[in-house]
């Protein structure tokens, strides 16, 4: 009697345990049926296209193919932690407007004020989202294809973090680039004209 006691008092601590909080949200943007044409017949797999985020700027997306659901979205994880990026932000929103390219679908992301939302569809959502963006406007053109999109989206994300924008060390450097050119021009005029 003791034991079943024991038994049920243990089942009751361990359900209402908190459940650590997983280091990535994840959203998944596609799960597909695809086969593949064997000398038997066909062979049926799934593919699963996840993206993960912690919403603080970090994000990434991968696409990984398994004979059972919950295999082709683990493979999909792994390959989103492999492959993800930090997202440089301007408070809520992005810094400049950006258009990005990936196959056939091109991206359009642009600055919002403060309390617009995320005005977006579909994949471009779940990445920027993730992405930890709260306020952007973003347009998909081209294809509908959730995966290009996808990459696409996290195209132009990158491209936010690569462009710097007004930082004085590099318009220093820049200046001196440019000076040491027109010094450079004016020794060959220079030349020129004594011949």
């Not at 132009?156 to 010094?183: A, D, N």
């Amino acid at each position: 009697m003791d034991n079943a006691k024991g038994k049920s008092k243990n089942f009751k601590s361990r359900r209402f345990q908190k459940r650590e909080k997983p280091e990535f949200d994840q959203k998944m943007i596609d799960l597909a049926r695809v086969t593949r044409v064997v000398k038997g017949g066909r062979r049926f797999s799934f593919r699963a296209a996840v993206v993960i985020g912690n919403r603080k700027g970090k994000v990434g997306f991968g696409v990984a193919k398994g004979n059972d659901v919950s295999v082709a979205i683990g493979k999909a994880v792994v390959e989103a932690k492999k492959s993800m990026i930090v997202v440089k932000r301007t408070n809520t929103t992005i810094a400049f407007d950006v258009k990005e390219k990936y196959g056939a679908a091109k991206v359009m992301l642009r600055p919002a004020t403060e309390g617009r939302g995320v005005v977006a569809g579909g994949a471009m959502r779940a990445v920027i989202e993730l992405a930890g963006i709260k306020d952007i406007v973003a347009k998909s053109l081209g294809t509908s294809n959730k995966l290009n999109v996808a990459k696409a989206t996290l195209k132009g994300l990158e491209t936010l973090s690569k462009q710097v924008v007004g930082e004085p060390e590099c318009k220093e450097k820049k200046e001196k680039e440019q000076k040491i050119i027109r010094k450079n021009v004016k020794q060959r005029d220079v030349k020129k004209d004594k011949k």
